[in-house]
């Protein structure tokens, strides 16, 4: 098992920045994908971005390209995710995911999931 847990939301105005951590314990040698996804009220839950371990490639949504960056910590136990040039559009619950898929932008490829934290962003 593989636990997950979001932090740094918040409120934060336009044009603002925020950075998501995403700290992950247990079997986190057991995944290889980690992805970030939001989910705004009414609306289904999708892709933000994601990180492969191997490689640290990364793959971005893109509604977020070129403002959103992922990152990984050394230790393959913390994923940030840096958020600049924050639109009222961001506002979502966010969600960090691990899992072993190359299917990155799909939810069910993921095996674990975080509790989500709040991003709201006012004009």
């Known amino acids: 098992q593989v636990q997950l847990v979001e932090s740094g939301g918040g409120l934060v105005q336009a044009g603002g920045s925020l950075r998501l951590s995403c700290a992950a314990s247990g079997r986190t040698f057991s995944t290889y994908a980690m992805g970030w996804f939001r989910q705004a009220p009414g609306k289904e839950r999708e892709f933000v971005a994601a990180?492969?371990?191997?490689?640290?490639?990364?793959y971005y949504a893109d509604s977020v390209k070129g403002r959103f960056t992922i990152s990984g910590g050394n230790a393959k136990n913390t994923v940030y995710l840096q958020m600049n040039i924050l639109k009222p559009e961001d506002t979502a619950v966010y969600y960090c995911?691990?899992?072993?898929?190359?299917?990155?932008?799909?939810?069910?490829?993921?095996?674990?999931w975080g509790q989500g934290t709040q991003v709201t962003v006012s004009s």
């Open positions: 990180l492969y371990w191997i490689g640290r490639n990364t």
């Open positions: 995911a691990a899992g072993n898929s190359y299917s990155y932008t799909r939810t069910n490829e993921y095996d674990y």
